[in-house]
């Protein structure tokens, strides 16, 4: 069974960082890409980074490029999202995704995701 | 960036009714298109894959069709516990981006 667990969301003050975790199980982490989504209150989904299966190709949406990076550790099976200067808009439930199938794209369809984890930005 | 602009944004339905929500992106995006049934508190939940594919363990009450820019997801049969949002995301440019939703609510 595949699970995808989220860890280090919080409470941060705005201009402060994060490092969020995604520790994965029940699937060969290194064959599938893997992506953060997030949404925030009252909002829809929003796509905010993807990463290609050997970690050698990243993408992040406009609105947290240059803030935001993604990283995977394979030998952890462990996905990263290290977010600096926030803001208060990137205040959301982020949750980690699997991609269905092993493909070079860096995201398809998403048929795993994690629980979420809610990442607050204020003073 | 490709935008999804889903129709309607909310709609109510009676138990047993067939719902219709369409889909319609700004360029060509072949069939690279999926939906996502995401109810709160929970994590979203993909139904159709690549416009027309079920996903396995989806009801076959879920189905969608359409290539190009115009894409329709429907549900025959409506059920109580399908209430929820639903989404329709496109992967065929970076970045992916989804629908704006489409609230879905018992009458």
Known sequence: EVQLLESGGGLVQPGGSLRLSCAASGFTFSNYAMSWVRQAPGKGLEWVSGISASGGRTYHADSVKGRFTISRDSSMNTLFLQMDTLRADDTAVYYCAKDRIVSTRLSTAIDNWGQGTLVTVSS | ?107
């Open chain 2, 1 to 107: 960036d490709i935008q999804l602009t889903q129709s309607p944004s909310s709609l109510s339905a009676s138990v047993g009714d067939r719902v219709t929500i369409t889909c319609q992106a700004s360029q060509d995006i072949s069939n690279y298109l999926n939906w996502y049934q995401h109810k709160p508190g929970k994590a979203p939940k993909l139904l159709i894959y690549d416009a027309s594919n079920l996903e396995t363990g989806v009801p076959s009450r879920f189905s969608g069709s359409g290539s190009g820019t115009d894409f329709t997801f429907i549900i025959n049969n409506l059920q109580p516990e399908d209430i929820a949002t639903y989404y329709c995301q496109q992967y065929d440019n970076l970045p992916v981006t989804f629908g704006q939703g489409t609230r879905l609510k018992i009458k």
